[in-house]
């Protein structure tokens, strides 16, 4: 059975971005796959102490593993819980995968420079965390694995190191498909980013100050509409997808696309004789206001008790599978 595996960082409330980018088309795959592959979904909870954390990391976890039951994840013996500071081999293999890594690739990384820039002293955890991710996946031997945009840099990474490695070593790891398969296996044409909603050249981050740049999955479903009718557009009065020359535009095509589960070429026909936007807006705030409505009531009825229950079985199946793709990797260098 191939592996299918993502994993979110809960460092805050997610933004529409994660939801939108990762969360949602993980679990559209995994009810979609399950029957036949492993699906694992984790909490990267060693990644998300590189940089700060606004409460309670323990809680955040379980708020994030909560989103995927709120966004219609169905759990069958398939698919797999699990936090990574729980599976303890994930942090043995970044080591080892360390000492094949170069500085070079390391520092490559544009996360690494985004994240370092301007910083006075950065922690080696930001420089790493590409190395810890691709620990992460190639201790499952997963082929797919459902990211946005911004973190394809990363498997292309994760694909050298295992290549490098199995050259090395013998066919030791499962090289993940190329980001361009893992794009045609999510069913799209390109990776997803969802854009700052004023200032649509850059992506929608948590970590952006201003409020009204993103939509956090806790906002009110009112406010979010407001957020998303004050989005920054352009002057050229023609609906056409072009992230390059309408970003604005085209960022509430995509947020209609994947709310809905439409076509995005279904989308952009729609609307494609439209010369003013606010109509388009209008659709996108009720879909946006309308998706967190129901999202956020299934979430309140999902207990900790429940989350508590899968976690137990899933981070019992990981260890298992982690510790035993470790024991070959430290053969290898005869560790063992
Ligand atoms: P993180 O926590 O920064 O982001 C989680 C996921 O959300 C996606 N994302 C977006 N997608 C579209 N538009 C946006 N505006 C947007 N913002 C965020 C990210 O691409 C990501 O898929 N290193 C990873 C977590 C991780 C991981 C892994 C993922 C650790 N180990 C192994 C997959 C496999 C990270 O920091 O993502």
């Not at 994947?258 to 076509?263: G, I, K, S, Y």
Request: proline letters at 3%.
């Amino acid at each position: 059975m191939k592996t299918i595996l993502t994993g979110i960082r809960s460092n805050s409330v997610l933004t529409l971005g994660n939801y939108l980018g990762a969360l949602l088309p993980m679990v559209r795959l995994a009810n979609a796959h399950s029957k036949d592959s492993h699906v694992n979904i984790f909490v990267p909870d060693l990644h998300s102490i590189i940089s700060d954390v606004d409460g309670d990391l323990r809680q955040n976890t379980l708020r994030t593993l909560k989103y995927y039951l709120a966004a219609g994840l169905e759990v069958n013996e398939n698919v797999h819980i699990y936090r990574q500071s729980y599976v303890p081999a994930h942090s043995e293999l970044c080591w080892i995968l360390n000492c094949i890594a170069t500085m070079g690739e390391a520092s490559r990384m544009t996360q690494y420079k985004e994240k370092s820039k301007g910083q006075e002293s950065c922690n080696v955890g930001i420089f790493d965390y590409p190395i810890l991710m691709a620990a992460d996946i190639l201790l499952y031997d997963a082929t797919y694995v459902p990211i946005g945009e911004d973190q394809f840099q990363h498997i292309e990474l994760t694909r050298n190191l295992a290549t490098r490695f199995n050259n090395r070593f013998g066919e030791i790891f499962t090289v993940p498909a190329k980001t361009a398969d893992q794009v045609k296996f999510m069913g799209m044409s390109d990776g997803i980013r969802i854009r700052d909603l004023l200032n649509p050249e850059k992506k929608m981050s948590k970590s952006t100050k201003a409020e009204n740049s993103k939509i956090m999955l806790d906002d009110n479903p009112a406010k979010a509409a407001k957020k998303i009718m004050s989005a920054t557009t352009d002057s050229f009065g023609k609906v056409k997808f072009d992230m390059w020359s309408q970003p604005g535009i085209s960022n509430l095509l995509q947020i209609e696309a994947l709310v809905n589960d439409v076509p995005l070429q279904d989308v952009i026909s729609t609307w494609a004789s439209e010369t003013r936007y606010g109509e388009l807006k209008k659709k996108v705030a009720s879909s946006v206001s309308e998706m967190l409505t129901i999202f956020q009531e299934k979430l309140a009825d999902i207990s900790d008790g429940e989350v508590f229950a899968l976690l137990e079985s899933g981070e019992k199946y990981a260890n298992e599978v982690a510790n035993a793709k470790l024991f070959e990797a430290q053969k290898a260098f005869h560790l063992r």
